[in-house]
């Protein structure tokens, strides 16, 4: 079992940049896999980035390919999202999550594939 609390969310002008931290609490962290996903009012929720228990690999949805950064510290049971150069359309909660079951390198994309989530935080990009 593990409980996640994202944090750093908030309102944001175009272009700006903002960090959110995912902390863990429960088994060791580097037990999981992470991922972001996130969901805008009336959508499904969709991914964003994940990262495998090593942190060694990545993997990004096109829309926030080369804007986006997800990386992780084992030893603060901790995974940030590093978002840079925001749209409009970038606004969503963004949640974190957590998958027990992927071997140290491996990553996974789908919501269904996560058996942790977070509360969300809520990410606001003004135009």
């Known amino acids: 079992q593990v409980q996640l609390v994202e944090s750093g969310g908030g309102l944001v002008q175009a272009g700006g940049s903002l960090r959110l931290s995912c902390t863990a609490s429960?088994?060791?962290?580097?037990?999981?896999?992470m991922g972001w996903f996130r969901q805008a009012p009336g959508k499904e929720r969709e991914f964003v980035a994940a990262?495998?228990?090593?942190?060694?690999?990545?993997y990004y949805a096109d829309s926030v390919k080369g804007r986006f950064t997800i990386s992780r510290e084992n030893a603060k049971n901790t995974v940030y999202l590093q978002m840079n150069s925001l749209k409009p359309e970038d606004t969503a909660v963004y949640y974190c999550a957590a998958n027990s079951n992927l071997r140290w390198v491996q990553i996974a994309t789908k919501p269904i594939e996560y058996d942790y989530w977070g509360q969300g935080t809520q990410v606001t990009v003004s135009s």
């Open positions: 990262i495998s228990r090593s942190g060694g690999v990545t």
């Open positions: 429960g088994r060791p962290f580097s037990t999981y896999a």
